[in-house]
Structures are given as structure tokens and as C-alpha cells.
């Protein structure tokens, strides 16, 4: 299950780049981010009235949603989308990336889970495969650039999502289940989004076409619903830090999408890069640790985690 979930991730989240594409244009992106996260939302809750679960939780709890509404399903994609206004999208999710090392050094911090050679290892080399696609960037780097901007609102973005990890993580170690706190956080998130999207937006508040529609729902139901659904229980039952090994690997997919749609022209150093951070996966991927827990094979030496409630 955990690696249906991780392939799910990879394959879902490197798309996701492509989509957001379709969500600019004449509607300011606020709006779109509420809409995306709304109807995630409703799905969601939906879907857990209907099989019956609980709903109904402390105000207390409710303030850890919003939180987590606010930093994964708002402000983070607020940066995302705006910076896809200035770097090709493939190039953004290789940013994104980079949540691989952040959420390592935040599981030292806030769970105090130990880091391994190997993790550092492989972090190391997929750090030095973006690095190396991105070189000619960080050689001009500009914020008054648009590629300087693009660059500096993913590495933010990506920040504040790890953050969001930190908090989807205590609250599912608390034995929230994924379903409910994912679509009770999405909900918040929307909301945060409300005051934006009416003040920001001069613009049409919604644009009927098969691009901005379709993108919307694709976000919304493969993105939102089974992407971060397949994500935040992979952080349930094997850390941050170990799930965000598919940063490393769907930002492959996203260029290929974007080589294909968006005319992107691969370099020797585009392939150089890319090659170091298929190795820096494959060298975290091989710990017989990490491979036993992606598996579910354990052995006595390692004992089972407690799974979070509705697993």
C-alpha cells in the first residue's frame, strides 16, 4: 500500500504543474485556489458523511485545520501559482523539490527523528542535480527578474508547505484521520482565500472554457482529493521526511509534460541534473529500512508504527 501511495503521489503531483498552467489567464489566481480548494472540500466531507465518520470536533482541533488550511492549502499554492507566471512549471516543481531536505531537517526538529548517511547522501546529490539545472539561473539570480521572482516565490512556497507537513503530521499522530482533517483544512484554506479573491480580483470571477473548467476539476478531484489524500496518509504511516522522497522523482514527470506542451528544450546539463536526482532518489530509496517501511515488510527489529485512526 505504502508504494501504491508514493507512485500515486509521483504520477499525480507531476501533472498537477501542467494544470495550473490552465488556471491562468483572466481570473486572478486567489479565486482559483478557492475555487480548486473548495470543491476538494465538499468531496471530501461528502464523502465521509456518507460512509458515516465523524465530523464533529473540538474547537481546538478546528484551529489546527485552519492552520494547516493555511499554510498547505493556501498561502503555499498563492506562491505556486503566481511563480508558474514566471518559470516554466517543470522548473517549479524541481524547486519544490526541495521540501525534501526541509522536511527532513523539520522532522529533526519538531519530531526528533534521526537522520541516516544515506538520507543526507541522497538528499545531497538530488540538491546537486537541481542545482545543476538550474545553474544559469542562480548565476543571474535577480528578484527584480522574472526568473529571479519565480524562483524566490517557489522557494517560499515550498517552506510553508513543509510547515504544512509539520502540522498535518501532529494532528494525524493525535489520531485525526486523513479524510476528515484533509477536507476540513482544504475548507479553511478556501476560506482564507475569500477576501483576496473578492479584493484582488478586477477581472472576470470565473471563465467558462474547457481549459480554465477542466483544469479546475482536474486540480480539484486528482490534485486536491487523491493527490494529497495519497501524500498526507503516506505522512501518516512513514513520516515527512520519507514521503517527501516523491518531491525528488515527480518533478521528472512534470518536465517531461512540459517538454511536451510547453515546448521545453532539454540541455546536456538538463539531463546532467535530472540523472543526479534520479540517482539521489534511488540511493534513499535503497535503505533497507525505508524499503521495508514502503513495503510493510518489518522485522523484529523494527517495530510497527501505530497507524492513525481510519487507515
Known sequence: MNAVLYVVTVLIWGSTWLAIKGQLGEVHPTASILYRFALAAVILLAWARLRGLPLRYPLRVHG??????????STNFVCFYFAEGHLATGLVSIIFAMSLVVNIGFARLFFRRSVTAKTLTGGAIGLLGIATVFWPEFQKFDLSSGSGRGIALSA????????GNVVSGKTQAAGIP?????GYAMGYGALLMVPFAVFLSDGALFEPTLRYTGSLVYLAVFGSVIGFG?????????GGERASYAMVLFPIVALVLST?????HWTARD????????IGNAVMLTNP?????????????EPAEPAPADK
Open 156 to 163: 517560499i512556497g515550498t517552506l510553508v508547505f513543509c510547515l
Open 230 to 238: 495519497a501524500y498526507l496518509t503516506l505522512l501518516g504511516r512513514i
Open 64 to 73: 489546527q485545520f485552519a492552520l494547516m488550511g493555511g499554510l498547505m492549502f
Open 271 to 278: 539531463l546532467a541534473g535530472v540523472a543526479l536526482i534520479l
Open 260 to 264: 511536451v506542451f510547453e515546448e521545453f
Open 289 to 301: 529500512a525505508l524499503l521495508r517501511r514502503l513495503t510493510g515488510n518489518r522485522t523484529q527489529r
Open 178 to 182: 486523513v479524510i476528515q482533517g484533509t
